[in-house]
């Protein structure tokens, strides 16, 4: 049975609470936070700060202490915190972390996952402080492919500690007195949550890899049943009575509910604000009132909690929503309060501070044992400070006013979906099928960069120029495409960093999975990006633009994008449509790949074989620091821009330019500072319907040129957001101008390289750069700003990011 949310069931809550929904929405309002990626939070409840992306919060039995682990790229720690005063009393680091975390029986003591440390460590309780006092040994650390998510204990009559796994995908069963592993048991694919039954003689475990929930005898020592449930199903929650297991869908917006009695889902509740959406809620956290009637289910890319009665078994209801922060990953309920944590806190923000720091003190934190003290940098990956939120259990009432709050707080609809904004005539059709005059459409990704970096010495941009570090000198090409077509000061990347930052490039949302690793692989503490199409478990549920294109009968190819360094090909949906001699390395030059593409893409045009998407790849914007040997840092910028051009010019002068657009953004915006945000980034759009010599202060993200170029080819939305973003059509005009574009030379010496055998050269010779951000990011940023600098850089003057302008 499928439950959805009644929208009758919302309107009628709305009459209900109409008497005081206008004042307490008119305050809410005012707490209003608009994020990059085009939504916006109104979190209520009182907040509490934590650490860089919590997880997971377990309470303890006797409901005095909160603990929380937070699990993000910067420090770990475990938080603890006293529910009767709200406060946050200790918070303790922990090397290497992950979500598993558990109260003893008698509260006296915390078991937490060790992350890739491959152990799980016990910490003692003393004066509301925290103090790890043993550890229960796994296996030998990364790079030993561990790695423990959930656990559970069971010390009563099991005397047992129940831990799964997500790289090596098993099940390990501790002897809680001899600290043995009992058993261990192969699961088939990576695990995230397991919880033990009320008679004890069942392990649930969420396979987050596999779509369903694993049935372990404990008495057999084996799994003895599977039960599919939705794609990603994470956390796990079991009623009081034992009766109902209740399963988070992240990439199916739902809950599956499962008898224990019949081991089998009886129904399935959609947790999204509407029916029949595309995967983008990310539901990841569940959790049952004390009455066992109402279940709030945590939607991380909602920013909200969704609330249903659950009173009668297979019959739900939904009853509405509450806002809470930004990226919910977990929700407790004490008594009458529902305790949330905020993986992302309650606001983007600028990096001042960096992330090319200022000064050659500057270091990154070593979680190997280095004992200094890294000054403050703000790097994006571990800038945004996750928070408790701390709600009352509203009353229908109240629930009413938060439902509507709720609903302001998205972009999406299922409207947008089909028919979304624009104007009559334009090339960017608003509805999905609308013809359009460019037929055509070039995609490049390029790496890491801000506009500030790039473009901020454009007059007519909000630039900051004492960030500028690769200005028109170093990028005459861009620069000069920015002046003859459009200016885009207002653009922003959907992702933090590369590894979910081609997945949000090429598919418009990132896996729960991709989300929550992949700050431990860039603080690290082993692991790996997991992007690219290189592991199935962090891959869209219903794929990327090319399986989009494949089952709407257009034609695609790919130069370099998901394609390993042997021009295989990360996808099946790929296969036969990799074009050959474009390699991901940075030993070659984007010049050369251009040159490539050149050659291929004549060939097509002559055989009238041209698709009608084609994503190229041209990385070495991205530099290799100041290695030796190597092209400087700006030898590989002016490079890249050369590409660019050289890509642009030939498209403007070949018989398809009266048919063709071109977008380019980068992946992630992480290598580099901005006075506006820290995800604030160059874009730019090429073609004969471009509204020449234009500046667009229109808010545009990632998601947002996806779904430009799905309007265009005739193509639905993929996710909830590129439905929900706002389409690039200000940047066009109904009267072309086919005035060809000609590339500039570059004003760097391209062969040249890095020559001092420095400190800078043997830090930068460390490291594997033809790999995805395999370098430490606030090393590499330390080591580009000082070999380009040479000084410390001026601080940044703060500015608010636009919403939107006409």
Not at 294 to 323: E, H, M, Q, W
Not at 682 to 706: C, E, F, K, Q, W
Request: hydrophobic residues 35%; proline residues 6%.
């Amino acid at each position: 049975m499928k439950t959805i949310f009644s929208i009758g069931l919302y309107l009628a809550l709305l009459a209900f609470s109409y008497s005081v929904q206008s004042q307490s929405l008119k305050e809410l309002e005012k707490k209003r936070v608009m994020l990059p990626n085009g939504w916006s939070i109104t979190p209520v409840g009182s907040q509490i700060p934590l650490g860089d992306l919590p997880l997971n919060l377990v309470i303890s039995h006797n409901k005095k202490f909160l603990a929380v682990t937070n699990n993000g790229q910067s420090t770990q720690t475990i938080d603890l915190v006293e529910l009767s005063s709200g406060k946050r009393t200790d918070s303790i680091i922990i090397g290497k972390s992950f979500y598993g975390l558990a109260f003893s029986k008698d509260d006296r003591f915390i078991y937490a996952s060790g992350g890739n440390d491959n152990r799980i460590n016990k910490y003692e309780i003393t004066h509301k402080k925290l103090k790890l006092v043993d550890s229960l040994v796994i296996g030998k650390p990364w790079p030993n492919k561990i790695s423990p998510t959930g656990i559970e204990l069971e010390e009563t009559k099991l005397n047992k500690l129940f831990v799964v796994t997500k790289e090596d995908s098993s099940l390990y069963v501790f002897d809680l007195t001899s600290k043995k592993i009992l058993n261990k048991v192969s699961l088939g694919a990576e695990a995230y949550a397991c919880r033990i039954s009320k008679d004890l003689k069942t392990l649930y475990i969420s396979a987050w890899g596999r779509g369903k929930v694993l049935l372990y005898d404990i008495a057999a020592k084996s799994i003895r049943a599977e039960i599919p449930v939705g794609s990603n199903p994470n956390e796990l929650h079991l009623s009081k009575d034992g009766r109902w297991l209740y399963v988070a869908n992240a990439n199916d917006n739902s809950v599956s509910v499962i008898s224990v009695t019949t081991e089998k889902v009886i129904e399935t509740l959609n947790a999204a604000l509407y029916p029949n959406s595309p995967s983008g809620s990310t539901t990841n956290g569940v959790a049952l009132s004390e009455d066992q009637k109402t279940l709030y289910i945590a939607n991380a890319d909602n920013n909200c909690l969704a609330v249903f009665d659950v009173s009668v078994p297979g019959r739900s209801k939904s009853k509405g929503f509450i806002p809470v922060g930004w990226f919910p990953t977990n929700v407790k309920v004490s008594g009458k309060k529902i305790y949330v944590t905020n993986g992302k806190g309650l606001s983007s923000f600028a990096n001042p501070e960096g992330p090319n720091p200022t000064n050659k003190r500057q270091v990154v934190i070593d979680h190997q044992g280095d004992s200094l003290k890294p000054k403050k940098v703000q790097y994006i990956g571990g800038l945004f400070r996750g928070t408790l939120s701390i709600i009352e259990e509203p009353n229908p009432v109240q629930l009413g006013v938060y439902t509507s709050a709720v609903y302001r707080n998205s972009p999406y609809s299922k409207e947008r979906e089909l028919v979304t904004e624009g104007e009559a005539g334009n090339p960017v059709p608003m509805k999905v099928g609308d013809k359009s005059p460019i037929k055509y459409v070039f995609y490049i990704i390029k790496e890491n960069r801000t506009y500030d970096q790039v473009l901020s010495d454009i007059p007519g941009g909000n630039g900051d120029t004492s960030l500028l570090l690769f200005g028109e000198k170093i990028t005459p090409n861009q620069h000069k495409i920015a002046k003859e077509f459009v200016l885009l000061d207002n653009f922003y990347v959907d992702a933090e960093v590369s590894a979910d930052g081609h997945n949000w490039s090429m598919g418009a949302y990132a896996t729960d999975y991709n989300e929550k690793t992949w700050p431990t692989a860039y603080g690290q503490r082993g692991g790996g990006g997991e992007s690219l199409g290189l592991r199935a478990i962090a891959n869209n549920r219903d794929g990327y633009i090319w399986d989009h294109c494949a089952r709407n009968n257009i034609t695609y190819r790919t130069y370099g994008e998901f394609v390993k360094r042997g021009l295989e090909p990360n996808l099946p949906v790929l296969e036969g449509h990799v074009a050959p001699f474009m390699p991901h390395d940075a030993r070659y030059r984007d010049t050369m790949r251009i040159n490539q593409w050149k050659r291929d893409f004549d060939s097509l045009v002559a055989v009238n074989a041209l698709p009608r998407l084609s994503t190229l790849r041209l990385s070495n914007d991205h530099t290799e620091g100041m290695r030796l040997g190597r092209p400087t840092p700006y030898a590989h910028v002016a490079d890249n821009d050369l590409a660019v051009g050289m890509m642009v010019e030939h498209l403007s002068k070949s018989p398809v330019w009266k048919e063709s657009a071109v977008f380019i953004l980068e992946d992630d915006a992480q290598n580099g500072p901005d006075h506006v945000d820290a995800h604030r980034s160059t874009a730019y759009v090429i073609s004969p319907y471009v509204n020449r010599r234009s500046v667009d202060h229109t808010m545009y993200t990632t998601s947002g040129m996806l779904r430009t170029m799905e309007l265009i080819l005739g193509l639905p939305p993929m996710t909830q957001f590129d439905a929900a973003a706002t389409p690039m059509w200000r940047c066009f005009t109904t009267t072309p101008d086919f005035t060809p574009f000609s590339s500039l030379p570059s004003n760097v010496d391209l062969n040249e390289v890095n020559k001092k055998n420095d400190d800078l050269a043997k830090r930068s010779e460390q490291f594997d750069w033809t790999k995805i951000d395999a370098v430490p990011d606030l090393l590499f940023n330390e080591i580009l700003w000082q070999g380009l600098k040479g000084k410390p850089a001026p601080g940044p003057v703060r500015a608010g990011f636009l919403k939107e302008t006409k």
